[in-house]
């Protein structure tokens, strides 16, 4: 089914509400070689995706395929353990469903992460990267996850995308990153299909577009979100050098998105753990 709708949301989400005794405000999605974070989740009530009707089924090593819901720093969490992607084959409006349900079950903060390609320079592997606006070029080639029919009681048929990642969750990661003494650079994040890793043209052409990081995911996602009404953050681990040179003799593999996550993982929880700390107030 290439169209997901509110039969199959509503379905998903009330799967979920049988599992759990919480009713997390806040959702996060951990990317490839971030999933230890999700161990950090305080009595967490577990949902294999394979038990929720409809829910798309990662077969992305570093992706467990659970939902974690429990507290963390005293906040309800809904945290999922990996994601589904468009390059696994599923349609766009299969692979973002996971954003619809977390609309339907009252979440308002949505916080995404993922293992990114440091198109930018002056980035290392191992460091973080705040998103402050992306680039869709999925989107721009016709992909993007809002394409088909349109439930007007979910989003509007065109929403605005001018301001995507929320200036109050944006700051916070800042702050909690200088508290925590953790590099934390900003930047634009540029969503492409994959699954194969970029062309050193493709890097050239992609920082000449003004991007500092690329990856395969997030962007689907923050679109679903803002059209539901959802605030969201977002955030890169810097896995890789992405290769811009054909005379390079380096090359980008999985395994060093994975491995960098090790070092990426618990950087991310402290800046995490600090956002939701600044905006337990607010919910």
Same mark, same amino acid.
């Given at each position: ?16 509400? *049988? #599992? +759990? *005794? ?9 990317? /490839?070689?971030?999933? !230890?974070?999700?161990? !950090? ?8 995706? +394979?038990? %929720? ?17 429990? #507290?963390?720093?005293? *906040? ?16 766009? !409006? ?12 009252? %979440? ?5 992460? $993922?293992?990114?390609?440091?198109? $930018? ?10 998103? +402050? ?13 809002? =394409?088909?029919? $349109? ?5 509007? =048929?065109?929403?605005?995308? !001018? ?7 944006? @700051? ?31 890097? #050239? ?11 395969? /995911? ?12 959802? #605030? ?6 810097? /896995? ?21 996550? @090790? ?9 995490? =753990? ?10």
């Amino acid at each position: 089914m290439e169209f997901y709708g509110r039969p199959e949301f509503e379905a998903a989400a009330e799967a979920v509400r *049988q #599992r +759990t *005794q919480y009713h997390p405000k806040i959702g996060i999605v951990l990317g /490839s070689g971030l999933g !230890s974070f999700a161990d !950090s989740v305080q009595e967490a009530d577990i949902i294999p995706y +394979t038990e %929720i009707p409809h829910w798309p089924q990662s077969t992305v090593m570093g992706h467990k395929g659970q939902l974690h819901i429990g #507290r963390l720093e005293d *906040q309800p969490v809904l945290v999922m353990r990996g994601r589904a992607h468009f390059y696994e084959g599923y349609s766009m !409006s299969q692979a973002t469903l996971p954003i619809r349900v977390m609309q339907l079950l009252d %979440i308002q903060i949505l916080i995404l992460t $993922n293992a990114a390609g440091g198109v $930018n320079k002056g980035f290392k592997p191992g460091e973080l990267m705040l998103i +402050t606006d992306h680039v869709n070029l999925l989107g721009m080639a016709g992909w993007n996850p809002l =394409r088909g029919p $349109n439930d007007d009681t979910l989003g509007p =048929r065109f929403p605005d995308m !001018s301001h995507v990642y929320d200036a109050e969750l944006c @700051k916070a990661a800042v702050d909690a990153a200088q508290e925590a003494n953790i590099l934390l650079h900003q930047g634009v994040y540029i969503c492409l299909a994959g699954p194969s890793f970029e062309t050193p043209a493709d890097i #050239r052409f992609l920082r000449l577009m003004g991007g500092d990081a690329v990856g395969m /995911s997030t962007v689907p996602e923050a679109t679903v979100a803002r059209h539901g009404g959802l #605030r969201v953050m977002g955030i890169s681990g810097i /896995s890789n050098t992405a290769i811009d040179s054909e005379a390079s003799a380096a090359v980008t593999t999985h395994e060093e998105v994975l491995e960098a996550g @090790k070092l990426i993982a618990p950087r991310l929880e402290s800046i995490v =753990r600090g956002v939701l700390r600044r905006v337990s107030k607010t919910l």
